[in-house]
């Protein structure tokens, strides 16, 4: 299916309520709306824009609001706040799942729910029936299920109105993939449906796609754009990379492990077991989230099955989805533009086009890239499509500062790590953040060790100093700036303190070249400056 096929899809699954708009307004007479690019409602206009357009120019009136009202088939349309705020809020939600299953419900927890075990029993024997992944009672389980009822009941309730916005999309995807429809249930858990996500190790978005995973499946990242963020092009990379782990262990619980933590993980599980295969079995031997994370998976699976029985409901606003279209950007465009021009907030803009890192839609070519607008605006950017982007140029080359430089994929470099190398340095000399190169290179921690290789995104060329090559030269040893080789330990000192006295050295240097493994210090101790011998 291509794309425009399958944002077609994804508009349908948001059109099951029409937005309410306001009544068309026709006061102007025919001819003069075929010749008005903007006009202003009855408020005095404080500001006029001059453009060339075909030879011509035409005059844009800017309202005290500073925003434009173009001329269309309808005015200003309304919408519920409600389903936005539900959306944003859900960074929070995410926070909580992740928790959830971390920790699991805890052994300090009182559970107290209507559900005697036999009850419960029966009712995993029924949906165990009706689908390929492995549900069969044990007491853990039962213990996540009552944790979701009784201490995460918020979470839930939210999670069946938020499910309202992704899950036909997603079970449209599973299926042209043959993939269970019950694997939807695995976006609550990996990102609490927040298509904003991120976990502290980089993963991002719906899908929880790690930068290496999801350039592996086709999500492209550049400084502008996350496709990661993408619900349709996260959720397509996300069916294949299930299809696969699948194709690998032939189980789905295995599938749905590796998913979490990789197939490595649970071949040394499965090693470790002693050869068990099954998920429970060599649940042991799992990382901590990862033994946690089938029985919220399965968790969450019984609550939406049996939420009737258990006193939650779909909470459907009068207008709980936003009915929306996408639009080919031919220019570089920024949502604030947007938001002035089209009149929608930068807010909505951002919920609705979550893959774009900078609130920029660039343009670069080989590349279509999509805008998401509610329908009723869809037909204001189209039809005054050529003066939008003539006023949006007109604004871009007005401004002091250019935009960031795009930096794709194929501007990146491997970098050899040196003798007094530490992540802040490397980052700074390429102009990109540290998270960036720990996301980029699935670093877990700041650590580096000399002749490790790292794969880096620049966005500035980094052209050696001769001040620096000087200093570098002087001694042979890499010592810092000042010439100081070595630091005695003082009362009250510490690692941080100490290496914010010595430019280019930081904590991590400091333990590498003196074999630390704490942060105690004694006074009187003397600790090398650089990678040499005192």
């Known amino acids: 299916m291509n794309q425009k096929l399958k944002y077609a899809a994804f508009v349908a699954l948001l059109s099951a309520t029409p937005i309410m708009v306001a009544q068309q307004v026709d006061s102007a007479p025919a001819a003069q709306q075929d010749s008005v690019l903007l006009s202003v409602e009855e408020t005095p206009a404080i500001q006029m824009s001059d453009m060339k357009i075909d030879g011509e120019y035409v005059a844009l009136e800017k309202k005290e609001s500073g925003k434009f009202q173009l001329q269309d088939l309808e005015a200003a349309r309304k919408y519920d706040s409600l389903w936005l705020k539900e959306l944003h809020s859900s960074a929070n939600l995410f926070s909580d799942m992740l928790l959830e299953i971390e920790n699991g419900p805890g052994e300090d927890s009182i559970v107290v729910v209507d559900l005697p075990t036999d009850t419960l029993k029966a009712r995993l024997a029924r949906m165990n029936e009706k689908t390929p992944f492995n549900i069969t009672y044990n007491p853990s389980l039962e213990s996540v299920i009552k944790s979701f009822l009784t201490r995460r009941r918020d979470l839930m309730q939210r999670m069946m109105t938020a499910s309202q916005f992704y899950f036909p999309l997603f079970e449209e995807e599973l299926d042209k993939h043959d993939l269970p429809l019950e694997i939807k249930y695995l976006a609550i858990i990996e990102s609490a449906l927040n298509p904003k996500a991120r976990s502290r190790v980089g993963a991002k978005g719906l899908w929880q796609f790690m930068y290496g995973t999801g350039k592996m499946y086709g999500l492209d990242v550049s400084s502008y754009v996350d496709e990661r963020h993408d619900p349709i092009m996260a959720t397509e990379a996300a069916s294949k990379y299930l299809a696969k782990l699948y194709e690998i262990f032939n189980d789905w619980d295995l599938a749905l492990a590796a998913y979490n933590s990789g197939p490595g993980n649970v071949n040394k599980a499965i090693r470790r077991s002693g050869g068990y295969e099954n998920y429970w079995n060599i649940r042991p031997f799992l990382p901590r989230e990862t033994a946690g994370y089938l029985p919220a998976f399965l968790a969450t699976m019984y609550i939406f099955e049996y939420a009737e029985e258990h006193g939650l409901s779909y909470k459907k606003a009068d207008r709980p989805y936003f009915e929306t279209d996408t639009v080919h950007v031919k220019n570089m465009i920024s949502f604030d533009q947007i938001s002035k021009l089209v009149d929608i907030s930068t807010e909505e803009l951002e919920m609705l086009n979550p893959a774009y890192k900078l609130n920029i839609i ?135 303190t100490i290496s914010k006295k010595y430019p280019g050295v930081s904590v991590e240097n400091l333990r590498e070249w003196n074999g630390l493994s704490g942060n105690n210090l004694k006074p009187g101790t003397k600790l090398r400056l650089c990678d040499c011998s005192s």
């Open 362 to 496: 660039p343009k670069v070519k080989g590349k279509n890239y999509s805008l998401r607008l509610p329908k009723s605006m869809i037909g204001k950017f189209v039809a005054n499509e050529e003066q939008i982007y003539a006023y949006v140029k007109q604004e871009m080359d007005s401004m002091e500062k250019p935009l960031p430089q795009l930096v794709t994929a194929n501007d990146q470099i491997r970098y050899k790590v040196k003798s007094g190398d530490y992540l802040g340095k490397i980052a700074e000399r390429y102009g990109v953040g540290v998270s960036q190169i720990k996301e980029w290179n699935g670093l877990r921690s700041n650590n580096l060790r000399v002749g490790q290789r790292l794969t880096i995104f620049p966005r500035k060329p980094y052209i050696e100093s001769s001040t620096v090559a000087k200093n570098s030269s002087s001694n042979g040893s890499g010592a810092v700036a000042n010439g100081s080789k070595v630091h005695t330990v003082q009362q009250g000192d510490s690692l941080w």
